[in-house]
């Protein structure tokens, strides 16, 4: 039972009927939108996209009135792989993404720029995006809906 502990943080993937008007729109406008939002993610690069993109998704989680809490308490099983992430970035990154960047650590072959830590932060926001929008699609939409709503989508490449 030790085994489900570790699940307990888990909360992608869990439907919450709230009965929010998220909840009664069609998967496939969902689904679409949330491929809309990550396109947007990857793609962006700058701060203040992305503390747009945190506040829409904010956004969408208060309209489907899951809250907000619920919400990051699905971040957390993700940190100790987001640290290790910015660390490595950190570490092998130096000077290879942008030459002409001011140093801010240097100590033998490690060194942190400027560039370094912006592509750190970026990466980090990017990921936690794509997990609270993965769950606010799944908070607001049941495993059935979904499979029905992808099935929707496909439906014109069938023969």
């Known amino acids: 039972m030790q085994g489900f502990e570790l699940l307990r943080d888990v909360t992608i993937g869990q439907y919450l009927p709230t009965g929010s008007a998220v909840h009664r729109l069609d998967p496939r406008a969902k689904l679409l939108s949330a491929c809309v939002l990550i396109a947007a993610i990857t793609l962006n ?3 203040s996209g992305h503390a747009i993109l945190l506040l829409a998704i904010a956004g969408i989680l208060t309209l489907a009135r899951i809250p907000l809490g619920y919400a990051l308490r699905g971040v957390r099983p993700a940190l100790p792989f987001l640290v290790i992430l910015a660390i490595m970035q950190l570490l092998f990154f130096g000077r290879s993404l942008d030459p002409a960047s001011p ?3 240097e100590y033998g072959p490690v060194v942190i720029t400027a560039a370094t830590v912006k592509v750190v932060i970026v ?3 990017r990921l936690l995006e794509l997990i609270l929008l993965t769950s606010a699609v799944t908070f607001s939409t049941t495993v059935t809906e979904l ?4 099935e929707g989508l496909l439906r014109p490449f069938q023969r």
């Open 123 to 125: 990466s980090i926001l």
């Open 103 to 105: 140093a801010l650590f």
């Open 147 to 150: 499979s029905h709503g992808i």
């Open 45 to 47: 690069s700058t701060y």
